[in-house]
């Protein structure tokens, strides 16, 4: 069966200081795999999808990256945390072949002080 | 353009008595249709999904769901609510194949009372 590991669960960082969330899928290949972040009563803003092995889509224009340096791993990278970063951080992955729904990890907290 | 609709933003029920969570939804093609549930802090898990077969859906935890296209509707519902229902849920609808491309909703909080 398939799972998917996200760490740290919890994250305290203060402003300016870089961040890496780290994103993995075992029991499947070349998934697709993505970053969500949900703010705190609010729901769910796609950051980034990967189809493959370095092939990254940006949805939102902001101070965080993604990278994918192999098929089952993917990370989720600022080199300046703000404020307005501070949220619930998913990652999820898919395959296209169906059915293709999006499973989650269990999350990241992310505090930004 | 795709878009849902989660008409109630918090519901709350007694333990033991029927849960309905209302979604409509809008989209341009025949649309595949999820429900996810997300307990506090946790990531989403999937409860059940519509893509084009039968009409009436059957998920996990007695949960079903019911797709109308008449009504733009895929109403959530149980019989019998239980104190570990109450979470967040998720009404999600996409009409293509890309994951890019799910639209998720503003979600529905559901609160059991015992």
């Known amino acids: 069966s398939q799972t998917i590991h996200q760490w740290p669960a919890t994250l305290v960082q203060p402003v300016g200081s870089p961040l890496s969330l780290e994103c993995t899928v075992e029991?499947?290949?070349?998934?697709?795999l993505y970053w969500y972040r949900q703010a705190a009563g609010r729901g769910l803003q796609l950051l980034f999808y990967s189809v493959g092995i370095g092939q990254i889509s940006s949805e939102v224009p902001q101070n965080l990256s993604a990278s994918r340096p192999q098929d089952r791993q993917f990370i989720l990278s600022s080199k300046k945390l703000l404020l307005s970063d501070s949220g619930f951080y998913l990652c999820a992955w898919s395959v296209l072949q169906g059915p293709y729904e999006q499973y989650f990890g269990p999350g990241t907290r992310l505090t930004v002080t | 353009a795709q878009s849902v609709t989660q008409l109630d933003s918090h519901v709350s029920v007694s333990e033991g008595t029927p849960v309905l969570l209302r979604c409509n939804y809008s989209s341009s093609y025949s649309p595949s249709l999820f429900w996810y549930v997300q307990h506090p802090n946790k990531g989403l898990q999937l409860l059940l999904k519509?893509?084009?077969?039968?009409?009436l859906v059957k998920g996990i935890n007695g949960f079903e769901a019911e797709f109308k296209k008449s009504e733009t509707s895929f109403h959530l519902t149980k019989p019998s609510a239980h104190m570990s229902d109450a979470a967040e849920y998720f009404c999600v609808v996409t009409q293509d194949n890309y994951g890019q491309n799910f639209v998720f909703g503003p979600g529905t909080r559901l609160s059991v009372l015992p």
């Open positions: 519509y893509t084009s077969a039968a009409t």
């Open positions: 029991g499947t290949s070349n998934p697709n």
